[in-house]
């Protein structure tokens, strides 16, 4: 079965300082990763994906995230949070043998101080 | 090209009514997906489905909850009987034909139905 921590449900940096949301999974195969983003009232969009190839991937708005097997983990950063980032962010997962369901964390919500 | 769409965006109930929540997905897509968020909590998985076809319901509550994806006209989540538990955000999402590495494309998600039972 698969699962997904997020590590802080809230976080909050100043604006131009380094964003860091984490992200574990658990899954028995290898997994399809995903970073969707919510803003108030809206419904989810997404960030970035990875699916296989490149463990480091760029997603859009400056964001990246870097898959690392062995640590099970999938972090998304930013070098420089800017204003607009100040959002909800969702890790979630998906497997070949679960059906193409997506299964997502908790969220951690990104607050961003001038 | 239109996003996903749902409607109602608010739906407010009384406890023993009914709440029916319409997804028409992307164009295109002929998958469709509903999940359900709780206050201050991540998105749930309720049902997979594709055209008149329930394909993975194994997050749908057993009773009162049932959805329909038809031939013709959107997708429908129909609530029977809504309890102050039903209340949340509710989300379709829709992805591009095709099963062979279905569980690697992007799911396209609506701005959800927001339904409260008082």
């Known amino acids: 079965a698969q699962s997904v921590t997020q590590l802080g449900s809230h976080v909050s940096v100043s604006e131009g300082a380094l964003v860091l949301l984490r992200c574990n999974y658990s899954?028995?195969?290898?997994?399809?990763l995903f970073w969707y983003v919510q803003y108030p009232n809206q419904g989810l969009q997404l960030l970035l994906k990875?699916?296989?190839?490149?463990?480091l991937v760029k997603g859009i708005n400056g964001f990246e995230a870097e898959f690392k097997k062995s640590e099970t983990s999938f972090h998304l950063t930013k070098p420089s949070a800017h204003m607009s980032d100040a959002a909800e962010y969702f890790c979630?997962?998906?497997?070949?043998?679960?059906?193409?369901?997506?299964?997502f964390g908790g969220g951690t919500r990104l607050m961003v101080k001038p | 090209n239109a996003g996903v769409m749902q409607n109602p965006r608010h739906l407010v109930r009384r406890r023993g009514q009914e709440a029916r929540l319409r997804c028409s997905p992307m164009?295109?897509?002929?998958?469709v997906y509903w999940y359900r968020q709780l206050p201050e909590e991540g998105l749930k998985f309720m049902v997979y489905?594709?055209?008149?076809?329930?394909?993975?319901e194994s997050g749908m509550p057993k009773e009162r909850f049932s959805a329909e994806f038809p031939k013709e006209g959107p997708s429908i989540l129909r609530i029977q009987q809504v309890v102050r538990g039903d209340s949340a955000a509710y989300f379709c999402?829709?992805?591009?034909?095709?099963?062979?590495?279905?569980?690697?494309?992007?799911?396209?998600f609506g701005p959800g139905t927001r339904l409260t039972v008082l």
């Open positions: 489905l594709q055209k008149e076809n329930i394909i993975d």
């Open positions: 979630a997962v998906s497997e070949d043998n679960a059906g193409n369901m997506l299964t």
């Open positions: 899954s028995s195969v290898p997994p399809y």
């Open positions: 990875y699916t296989t190839g490149a463990t």
């Open positions: 164009k295109g897509h002929s998958h």
């Open positions: 999402a829709s992805s591009p034909p095709g099963l062979a590495g279905a569980s690697r494309k992007e799911q396209f």
